[in-house]
């Protein structure tokens, strides 16, 4: 990580990309067997598999199982993610930091729908997955169709079950499952302020209405039209 990081500020990338692209270099030699580098070959190859980083629920147990005997800690947390705001990614930063893996479970559209209304997700599983790939702190992605990810946490069995928002553990029926196995729920902070439905209700507020229609003689505004050129005449005095 600060080889990286010094390399970084080296070449002059601002703080905040220089922080991006150490952690980047240092998710890639967590999942290197023993002491290892971080080439630049394998770094750009990191850098540019974000669509990997979505997989099916099979596949999510098979790596977890791999990243399990190297001797990782596996983190899970799940979420609509519909339109990503400080508060999601203050909770995913404090996931990632319990432990070497953070599995992020995203509710499919027909879930989110079943959760949140008709009129819900704002963007497809598709958009929400590909927004939080991005994410340094997000090593990998599936989307479940259940209204719970109770399912997917009995086949995974994480080592953290991490929740953002203002919650207890004994409010989430997802706690006893986690419990059963041994796993730990973690709590994560609460951005005040931070809501996906709130943001959402505001965007729609400020949109001008649909249905409304200007009255006969309002004037509407046009941008003013650049004035003509003045006249220059050619060498033989003619416009």
Same mark, same amino acid.
């Given at each position: 990580?600060?080889?990286?990081?010094?390399?970084?500020?080296?070449?002059?990338?601002?703080?905040?990309?220089s922080?991006d692209?150490?952690?980047?270099?240092?998710?890639?030699?967590?999942?290197?067997?023993?002491?290892?580098?971080?080439?630049?070959?394998?770094?750009?190859?990191?850098l540019?598999?974000? *669509?990997? %980083?979505? +997989?099916?629920?099979?596949?999510?147990?098979?790596?977890?199982?791999?990243?399990?005997?190297?001797?990782?800690?596996? +983190?899970?947390?799940?979420?609509?993610?519909?339109?990503?705001?400080?508060?999601?990614?203050?909770?995913?930063?404090?996931?990632?930091?319990?432990?070497?893996v953070?599995v +992020?479970?995203?509710?499919?559209?027909d879930? !989110?729908?079943?959760?949140?209304?008709?009129?819900?997700?704002?963007?497809?599983? @598709?958009?929400r997955?590909?927004?939080?790939?991005?994410l340094?702190? !997000?090593?990998v992605?599936? +989307?479940?169709?259940?209204?719970?990810?109770?399912?997917?946490?009995e086949?995974?069995?994480?080592? !953290?079950?991490a929740?953002g928002?203002?919650?207890?553990? @004994?409010?989430?029926?997802?706690?006893?499952v986690?419990?059963?196995?041994?796993?730990?729920?973690?709590?994560?902070?609460?951005v005040p302020?931070?809501?996906?439905?709130?943001?959402v209700? %505001?965007? *729609?507020?400020?949109?001008p209405?649909p249905?409304?229609?200007?009255?006969?003689?309002?004037?509407?505004?046009t941008?003013?039209?650049?004035?003509?050129p003045?006249?220059t005449a050619?060498?033989?005095?003619?416009?």
């Amino acid at each position: 990580f600060v080889a990286a990081l010094t390399l970084a500020r080296a070449v002059g990338l601002p703080l905040a990309v220089s922080a991006d692209f150490a952690q980047a270099a240092a998710d890639v030699v967590v999942r290197l067997p023993g002491t290892s580098v971080c080439s630049a070959a394998t770094l750009a190859d990191h850098l540019g598999e974000t *669509r990997s %980083r979505t +997989v099916s629920q099979a596949e999510l147990v098979d790596l977890v199982a791999g990243e399990r005997a190297a001797g990782r800690r596996i +983190v899970f947390t799940n979420g609509c993610f519909d339109v990503l705001h400080r508060g999601h990614t203050t909770y995913l930063r404090q996931a990632k930091r319990l432990g070497d893996v953070l599995v +992020v479970a995203l509710n499919s559209d027909d879930s !989110v729908r079943r959760l949140k209304g008709s009129d819900r997700p704002v963007n497809t599983a @598709e958009d929400r997955a590909g927004v939080l790939a991005e994410l340094s702190c !997000v090593d990998v992605i599936t +989307v479940f169709d259940t209204d719970t990810p109770i399912p997917l946490l009995e086949a995974v069995q994480p080592d !953290v079950y991490a929740k953002g928002g203002d919650y207890t553990p @004994e409010m989430l029926d997802e706690t006893e499952v986690v419990r059963a196995y041994g796993g730990e729920v973690s709590i994560l902070g609460y951005v005040p302020s931070q809501s996906t439905s709130s943001m959402v209700d %505001r965007i *729609r507020a400020s949109a001008p209405d649909p249905g409304f229609t200007r009255p006969a003689g309002t004037a509407t505004s046009t941008p003013a039209q650049p004035a003509a050129p003045a006249a220059t005449a050619d060498p033989d005095g003619s416009p």
